[in-house]
């Protein structure tokens, strides 16, 4: 595809439950970096990858959130037991590079009630 | 934790004028970017600016970083109505994974035609 892109566009979840988030890449693209934005707020870095390997989790609030790159290109975050406080636009981005310029998706809306 | 912080967290001028926005951080850098995002969903990539570099231009955008006082601004020139958006610094930094960006809080532009 031509950009990132990241499904679903906005998911309604009860507190709770278990989601998922999709990020693909673009093609070619060896970094990809999950980020998470609250209103009003500037995205927030969770966890990059380089291939299929976490080069930094540094920015995973806590263990209820898990992210994996299986084949080194499509990634999945995931997150268990959401709470409402989980509520925000989840941001994926890759680069060609690690450092070089970041390409951003439109991100997933997420919504605990 | 976010690094950057802009200033002014607001902006409102009229078409044609120029806006300049100001970001302030507190670490070494390896670079800065400058990105744009419209209603709260995806970033745009405008600019980066390496450590080295001074000053960077790309079309109706000018951007300067001066690293002994750890800040960074970008100049829209002549604005334009479709210009109204968030503007974010973001810092990309030594050490760690040199992967992830930290995002400031943000600039929201209006530019009222």
């Known amino acids: 595809g031509a950009g990132v892109s990241q499904t679903p566009s906005n998911k309604v979840t009860e507190k709770g439950k278990y989601v998922e988030l999709r990020c693909d890449p673009i093609?070619?693209?060896?970094?990809l970096y999950w980020y998470r934005q609250s209103l009003g707020q500037g995205p927030e870095f969770l966890i990059y990858?380089?291939?299929?390997?976490?080069?930094?989790d540094s920015g995973l609030p806590n263990d209820r959130f898990f992210a994996v790159r299986p084949e080194g290109s499509v990634s999945t975050l995931k997150i268990q037991r959401t709470e409402r406080g989980d509520s925000a636009v989840y941001l994926c981005?890759?680069?060609?590079?690690?450092?070089?310029?970041?390409?951003f998706g439109p991100g997933t809306r997420l919504t605990v009630l | 934790s976010q690094q950057g912080e802009e200033d002014p967290q607001a902006l409102s001028i009229q078409e044609g004028e120029n806006a300049t926005m100001n970001c302030s951080y507190k670490?070494?850098?390896?670079?800065l970017q400058w990105y744009r995002q419209n209603s709260g969903r995806g970033l745009v990539h405008l600019i980066l600016i390496r450590s080295n570099e001074r000053e960077k231009h790309s079309g109706r955008l000018r951007v300067t970083l001066d690293t002994s006082k750890k800040s960074s601004s970008l100049l829209i020139t002549a604005s334009r109505a479709a210009d109204t958006a968030s503007y974010f610094c973001?810092?990309?930094?030594?050490?760690?994974?040199?992967?992830?960006?930290?995002f400031g809080k943000g600039t929201k532009l209006s530019v009222k035609p």
């Open positions: 670490t070494s850098i390896n670079n």
């Open positions: 981005a890759s680069s060609q590079l690690a450092g070089s310029e970041q390409f």
């Open positions: 990858f380089q291939g299929t390997g976490a080069a930094d």
């Open positions: 093609s070619g693209h060896t970094a």
């Open positions: 973001a810092t990309g930094t030594y050490g760690g994974s040199q992967g992830n960006l930290i």
